[in-house]
């Protein structure tokens, strides 16, 4: 991190700056020009607080030569990290693809949804038991009884299971849940995370709606920074000025944060256009765009469903969907390390 100083300041404000920054572990690297001087930050400056720095007098400019996330950070951990689940790996190369409905809606609804993508060849099973839905009015997910049922369609299928938590106080449920998925809207939910944090399960976290990429990956960091190295990121659209979608896909996000960050990265182009037909497309782009995976909603009976029929593919579209991935996958772009 490199500061800039103003072309005049008092003696005192410049031992009280270098003092703090001193008292921080860092090592300051002085060069003095005829009309500015330049301190140069040498340590871990994940802790120094930009804008803090900013704002003080003596300071003209403040600029980070490296991203704040030193835990998600490629530079220091140049090798793909894959998240186990089960018999499933998420990352270092495969696609891995999950499957399932928006929302469980019964016993029946799931282990019908969850035999058929396995058989197509998806590694784990996706259903919200608790919903973030925009109206209180709409269905909110079958909360504690849906977890159960996903943990029965575990039993029957074998097929790990991931489902949204929306309040810590929850977490006592996600106990034989394989994958914990925090959604878009609590992507910066820091408490959220925090604790999450604590946990060593596998968190699927998804791109908030009109989060940056930098802030998806410092969401990505207060996780790790509790010790729990097991996340998975999502792009799943974000919201653009663009309405004939339901989101914009932002592919270009995939193959820059490969680059980025060892973790890996699935899109949900389920979400990511609110539209079935367009979930093909956008799968098979995703892929060529270097996803390690996909997530996708599948129910046996889209225009009943409770929850984003619009967005979902029969089981048939489904498997369709796989054949394809298949033929795209060795053309993949890989990032450099
Ligand atoms: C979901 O996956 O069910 C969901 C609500 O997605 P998002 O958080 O991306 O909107
Ligand atoms: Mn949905």
Redesign the pocket.
């Known amino acids: 991190m490199i500061l800039v100083l103003k072309e005049k300041y008092s003696r005192e404000e410049y031992n009280k700056l270098t003092e703090s920054l001193k008292s921080m572990g860092l090592q300051l690297h002085e060069s003095r020009g005829s009309h500015t001087t330049i301190i140069g930050l040498i340590g871990d400056t994940s802790a120094v607080d930009d804008e803090h720095l900013a704002s003080l007098d003596i300071i003209e400019t403040v600029k980070r030569i490296q991203e704040p996330y030193k835990n998600a950070n490629r530079k220091f951990h140049p090798l793909d990290t894959v998240v186990k689940v089960g018999n499933a790996k998420i990352g270092g190369g495969e696609v891995s693809v999950i499957a399932g409905p ?2 469980v809606e019964s016993k029946e609804q799931l282990c019908s949804v969850a035999e058929d993508v396995k058989r197509s060849g998806a590694v784990l099973l ?1 259903g ?1 038991a608790f ?2 839905r925009t109206s209180p009015y709409a269905f909110q997910g079958l909360r504690d009884q849906g977890i159960k049922l996903l943990l029965e369609a575990k039993a029957e299928t074998g097929l790990p299971i991931v489902t ?1 938590i929306m309040d810590i106080s929850h977490l006592p449920l996600f106990e034989n849940v394989d994958v914990i ?6 992507m910066q939910n820091f408490e959220l995370l925090r604790e999450l944090g604590k946990t060593k399960k596998p968190i699927l976290l ?2 908030g ?1 009109s989060s940056t990429i930098e802030e998806f990956l410092m969401s990505a960091e207060y996780i790790m920074a509790g010790g729990n190295e097991n996340v998975i990121l ?1 792009e ?2 974000i919201r653009t000025f663009e309405r004939a979608t339901r989101n914009t896909l932002d592919l270009s996000a995939v193959a820059l944060l490969k680059t980025l960050t060892h973790l890996p990265v699935i899109v ?1 182009p ?2 990511a256009t609110g539209i079935a037909s367009l979930v093909k497309p956008m799968a098979l782009a995703s892929v060529a765009a270097g996803a390690d995976g996909l ?1 996708i ?1 599948v129910h046996n009976d889209p225009p009943h469903a409770l ?2 029929g619009q967005q979902s593919l029969t089981p048939q579209a489904f498997d369709d969907l796989m054949k394809s991935v298949k033929n795209i996958e060795p053309y993949a772009y890989k990032a450099q390390a």
Request: net charge positive; aromatic share 0%.
């Open positions: 928006c929302s996706r919200g919903k973030p949204e998925q925090v959604g878009a809207r609590n998804k791109r709606l999502c799943r659209g949900d389920s979400h997530i909603e929850c984003d």
